[in-house]
Structures are given as C-alpha cells and as structure tokens.
C-alpha cells in the first residue's frame, strides 16, 4: 500500500504565499502522476495541479501563473508551491498519486487525509 502524507497547511492572509509538501512511502513499485486537488466547504474535489513521472504538468485554470507543482526525492515526494493566494484558494488539499504498490497489482489511486489551507485577512 501507498501511504501519503501531506504537510505545510495552515492560515494566511491574501496575497501570502505557502508551501505545500506530500511525502509517499510504504509500498511503491511505481508512480506515474502525483498531484493535488483541493475540497471547498460545500463542493467537490476537484484537481489543483498534476505532475507526471517524466515532469509534465498540468494546472487548473484557477491557479495558472500562481501555483508551481513539483517532484523531487527521486519522484516519491511532490510539492505544491503557491503565491498570490485568494480567498477562494480556501479549501483542504488532498495530496494524490496515481501507480501501483506491486508490479503484480493494477494502477491505483492514492490518497493522503488531506491539509487545510485557509486564506483570509
């Protein structure tokens, strides 16, 4: 099993900055996509920003030009770096990856509990 864990959440004003960190661990034959979606009050999940294996990424249109996605530590640790925050970044950030724990085992989707980012004055 993929176990993931995400870190750096907490309150800052607009216009702030944070970094956002998930560490994978346990189990991992492979990981091809790591990524971040994020869960309003009252809303869906919906996808933040991507990152392949071999470094392509995608954002949603929401945070293009402010939020920078990347991987590092040999492709097991993905980070989320966001400037220029608004009100509406509001939202708990679940850390994602998608890869399988066990070359014998099919693709799966990893989730981590998730990190509250709050924007506000």
């Known amino acids: 099993q993929v176990r993931l864990v995400e870190s750096g959440g907490g309150l800052v004003q607009p216009g702030g900055s944070l970094r956002l960190s998930c560490a994978a661990s346990?189990?991992?034959?492979?990981?091809?996509?790591m990524g971040w979606y994020r869960q309003a009050p009252g809303k869906q999940r919906d996808l933040v920003a991507t990152i392949t294996s071999g470094g392509n990424t995608n954002y949603a249109d929401s945070v293009k030009g402010r939020f920078t996605v990347s991987r590092d530590n040999a492709n097991k640790t993905v980070s989320l770096q966001m400037n220029s925050l608004k009100p509406e970044d509001t939202a708990v950030y679940y850390c994602?990856?998608?890869?399988?724990?066990?070359?014998?085992?099919?693709?799966?989707?990893?989730w981590g509990k998730g990190t509250l980012v709050t924007v506000s004055s």
């Open positions: 346990g189990s991992i034959f492979k990981i091809d996509v």
């Open positions: 994602n990856a998608h890869g399988r724990s066990r070359w014998w085992e099919g693709l799966m989707d990893y």
